[in-house]
T-cell receptor, first 114, second 114 residues
Framework: AQSVTQLGSHVSVSEGALVLLRCNYS??????LFWYVQYPNQGLQLLLK??????LVKGINGFEAEFKKSETSFHLTKPSAHMSDAAEYFC????????????FGKGNQVVVIP | KAGVTQTPRYLIKTRGQQVTLSCSPISGHRSVSWYQQTPGQGLQFLFEYFSETQRNKGNFPGRFSGRQFSNSRSEMNVSTLELGDSALYLC?????????????FGPGTRLTVT
């Protein structure tokens, strides 16, 4: 079974400061890892994904994440926060083979302070 | 390509009634998954359909059911609605099963049970 832990339901960051959202996972098989963003009254939009290969992955809107197998982590970062980054962010894991079932973390609500 | 569409976007039902939600995947996608999102439980997997067959099912009671048609469109049905079924129901489509296919989400159907 797969599971995801995201600590800190609400994260406040100043405009221009580093955004860091932590994600730790557990998986019984090699995982695929994803970060999604959700704006109010909308569905989920894929930010980035790790499948195989390079452990540092770059996504949309200046976000990137690094897969660290030894730490079972997939933390999301952005060097400089923008007001438009205010949203809820979800880390998700699914097995690298078999079904498409995503297991999500509880999410981080990001507030950007001007 | 058009994205994932879900109808209706908003729905209000009374306890004890039943409801059917519809999802049209991205053209060419054969896998459709359904998720329930609530403030308390977060995002939870309901079930996945691939080529009209249910491939995987989450831990929800039998009141929750689904189906997929030959054109990959999917419906989910909830019978004997309970207050706790109030949630945002998200549908996601992907190009296949297994592999590195990411899931693309629709805007969701907001169900309110009174």
């Amino acid at each position: 079974a797969q599971s995801v832990t995201q600590l800190g339901s609400h994260v406040s960051v100043s405009e221009g400061a580093l955004v860091l959202l932590r994600c730790n996972y557990s998986s019984s098989v090699p995982p695929y890892l994803f970060w999604y963003v959700q704006y109010p009254n909308q569905g989920l939009q894929l930010l980035l994904k790790y499948t195989t290969g390079a452990t540092l992955v770059k996504g949309i809107n200046g976000f990137e994440a690094e897969f660290k197998k030894s730490e079972t982590s997939f933390h999301l970062t952005k060097p400089s926060a923008h007001m438009s980054d205010a949203a809820e962010y979800f880390c998700a894991v699914r097995p690298s083979y078999g079904n498409n079932r995503l297991a999500f973390g509880k999410g981080n609500q990001v507030v950007v302070i001007p | 390509k058009a994205g994932v569409t879900q109808t209706p976007r908003y729905l209000i039902k009374t306890r004890g009634q039943q409801v059917t939600l519809s999802c049209s995947p991205i053209s060419g996608h054969r896998s459709v998954s359904w998720y329930q999102q609530t403030p308390g439980q977060g995002l939870q997997f309901l079930f996945e359909y691939f080529s009209e067959t249910q491939r995987n099912k989450g831990n929800f009671p039998g009141r929750f059911s689904g189906r997929q048609f030959s054109n990959s469109r999917s419906e989910m049905n909830v019978s004997t609605l309970e207050l706790g079924d109030s949630a945002l129901y998200l549908c996601a489509s992907s190009g296949g099963t297994g592999g590195s296919y990411e899931q693309y989400f629709g805007p969701g159907t907001r169900l309110t049970v009174t």
